[in-house]
């Protein structure tokens, strides 16, 4: 009779072990972990302002095996055409970079698929005024003086067009579909856009 007993706490502790390895909500979440970068996006293009963005996601383990904290960062760099006029003597190339990062929870639903909910008051982005860049083709002595009276300007605008990238671009994100993941390459899908990251890898102390 023990011996029988015994078989049986044995054959529900395999089955038990069979169906959380087998679980697909617990095998996303353990195929996300890491930190994945993504292809070069063209967020906007108005021949104007273009701006562009890459994309890391940092996925952290929780506390139970289907949930945990993700990080997204986005690197956003802003491209701005002054048209020549008055006081521009060749059309004005302004650029700039900034970082938003974005910190909230993600939830597997099913085997493809993360809920996520990003909390809006943790975005922060960061832009260096030293870091616009302008490009001027200097005809006159008078060129470059413009050329830097402009640059103030030029920061506050590029910072402003970076900090509505970066809200747009967070706004209603609520999940991460068709993950598939093969070794370090993610395919996805966010918000009906494509998505191909790779995972970083892991530091070595």
């Given at each position: ?36 970068t993504g292809n070069p996006e063209t967020l ?162």
């Amino acid at each position: 009779m023990m011996n029988k007993f015994a078989i049986a706490l044995c054959s529900m502790a395999w089955g038990a072990v069979m169906l959380t390895s087998c679980n697909p909500k617990e095998r996303l979440a353990e195929e996300v972990q890491g930190c994945w970068t993504g292809n070069p996006e063209t967020l906007q293009d108005t021949g104007a302002m273009t701006a562009s963005l890459v994309r890391v996601f940092q996925f952290t383990k929780g506390t139970t095996p289907t949930e945990g904290t993700v990080t997204m960062t986005a690197v956003i760099t802003v491209e701005n055409t002054m048209q020549s006029n008055d006081s521009i003597i060749t059309p004005l190339q302004i650029s700039a970079s900034g970082t938003a990062t974005i910190t909230g929870v993600y939830q597997a639903k099913d085997d493809d698929e993360l809920i996520v909910r990003l909390d809006n008051t943790s975005l922060s982005v960061s832009v260096d005024p030293d870091g616009v860049q302008l490009n001027y083709d200097v005809l006159t002595g008078d060129s470059a003086p413009m050329a830097d009276r402009l640059k103030p300007g030029a920061a506050v605008l590029a910072t402003q067009q970076i900090n509505r990238a970066a809200q747009h671009l967070f706004s209603n994100f609520t999940e991460i579909e068709d993950i598939h993941i093969n070794g370090d390459v993610m395919h996805c899908e966010v918000k009906d856009v494509d998505l191909v990251m790779t995972r970083s890898p892991q530091a070595t102390d």
